[in-house]
């Protein structure tokens, strides 16, 4: 069975970093390109950053370039983005999600706040 | 690429046909998905390519449509589909449409 397990949300204040984990299991962590998507508070879907499935190549949204590095540990099956400067309207629910075309698996998902 | 959503809310009763709609922007050549989001949950794909339906989802969800016209069909809505629906086009990096709410009637 398919698994994606976020970690590493929280209340932070503008400006400061954290950085979000996603475990992957049930899977070839390895053969996939994988993705973070967002969801602020009542709103919709926003693509955030995909890596490829070596890492050898990654992309983001313009609002969060220079700012966000997404990365992944293939030996450890695991995703990260790291968040830099963060702004208020970075607060969101971010999900990990494979991407293989669309997403066709996300994880539960995990609450940044970003406030002074 | 644009995607709009509409209705942005609709209420429909258990039994009924549904459909909902998505339309992009420009051509995105039928890469096109369908999401369902329960409160308090993760987006689960139903659709991919615009009318292949993923491993799992009851065959009551259907979808249709090709270029930048697309349709999402529930052939008799039951208590478990209320939900919001998304499109996403992924022919052109990736964006979301705004969502249908639906809710019972």
Known sequence: EVQLVES?????????SLKLSCAASGFTFSDYNMAWVRQAPKKGLEWVATISYDGSSTYYRDSVKGRFTISR???KSTLYLQMDSLRSEDTATYYCARRAGPFDYWGQGVMVTVSS | IQMTQSPSLLSASVGDRVTLSCKAGQNINNYLAWY???????????IYNA???QTGIPSRF???????????TISSLQPEDVATYFCQQYNSWTTFGAGTKLELK
């Open chain 1, 8 to 16: 590493g949300g929280g209340l932070v204040q503008p400006g400061r």
């Open chain 1, 73 to 75: 540990d293939n030996a």
């Open chain 2, 36 to 46: 369902q989001q329960k409160l308090g949950e993760a987006p689960k794909l139903l």
């Open chain 2, 51 to 53: 009318n292949s339906l």
């Open chain 2, 62 to 72: 259907s979808g249709s449509g090709s270029g930048t016209d697309f349709t999402l």
